[in-house]
């Protein structure tokens, strides 16, 4: 299985500002994903992020408010712009794992608190 | 899109034996994952299911039902770690990206 860390952590912002979280795998992985799950709830799919190309993004999410940069195999960045408290969430990375689309794992995830 | 149903709930003794459930509406099915995510803790792989039946690991088996649009998750010998909550994952529509039900949360205990 794949080893993924992200940063922060977790972390508690002002509203009108953003946020960039950071996701680090520890073996080259083509598909990315950045999910969310608000308090209470399940996941929801925010957007998949492949090398070399533009983010998909789901239903109700879009890059200005999310942008995601995947410069490598390894790392991708998910961006929280101009927060406001409906954005408070724990935003989680994922990867597909070595077998493809049956394996999937999850980053530890970023507490994010808005104030 | 995709329907995906379980109990919010469900409390079971340390010792036994819980089934949890999850049904589901979908075209183009791919797939099914169960995940197990303990609180403030990221969600971990339990179990795929792709073909019709009983895929055993351990303690844990899934099985799937594809004609029914069912599947659940069995617990044997239940431990008090394995309160958590379980996140029942369908690859559908055609796509192999997984969508998520809201998670059945499992008490155990003594």
């Known amino acids: 299985s794949a080893v993924i860390s992200q940063k922060p952590s977790r972390d508690i912002c002002q509203r009108g500002t953003s946020l960039t979280i950071q996701c680090q795998v520890d073996?080259?992985?083509?598909?990315m994903f950045w999910y969310r799950q608000q308090p209470g709830q399940s996941l929801t799919l925010i957007a998949t992020?492949?090398?070399?190309?533009?983010?998909?993004?789901e239903s109700g999410f879009v890059i200005d408010k999310f942008p995601i940069s995947r410069p490598n195999l390894t790392f991708s960045t998910l961006t929280v712009s101009n927060m406001s408290p409906e954005d408070s969430s724990i935003y989680l990375c994922?990867?597909?794992?070595?077998?493809?689309?049956?394996?999937?794992?999850f980053g530890p995830g970023t507490r994010l608190t808005v104030t | 899109g995709q329907n995906i149903d379980q109990p919010t709930e469900m409390t079971a003794t340390e010792g036994a034996i819980v089934q949890i459930n999850c049904t589901y509406q979908t075209s183009g099915f791919n797939g099914l994952f169960w995940y197990q995510q303990h609180a403030g803790e990221a969600p971990t792989f339990l179990s795929y299911?792709?073909?019709?039946g009983l895929e055993e690991k351990g303690r844990f088996s899934s099985f799937l039902s594809r004609s029914k649009g069912y599947s659940y998750l069995l617990l044997k010998e239940l431990q008090m770690k394995d309160s958590a909550s379980y996140l029942c994952?369908?690859?559908?529509?055609?796509?192999?990206?997984?969508?998520f039900g809201r998670g059945t949360s499992l008490i155990v205990h003594p």
């Open positions: 073996s080259q992985v083509t598909m």
């Open positions: 994952a369908v690859q559908g529509g055609g796509s192999y990206i997984p969508t």
């Open positions: 299911n792709v073909l019709d």
């Open positions: 992020a492949n090398q070399g190309s533009e983010a998909t993004y």
């Open positions: 994922s990867v597909t794992g070595d077998r493809g689309v049956n394996e999937q794992y």
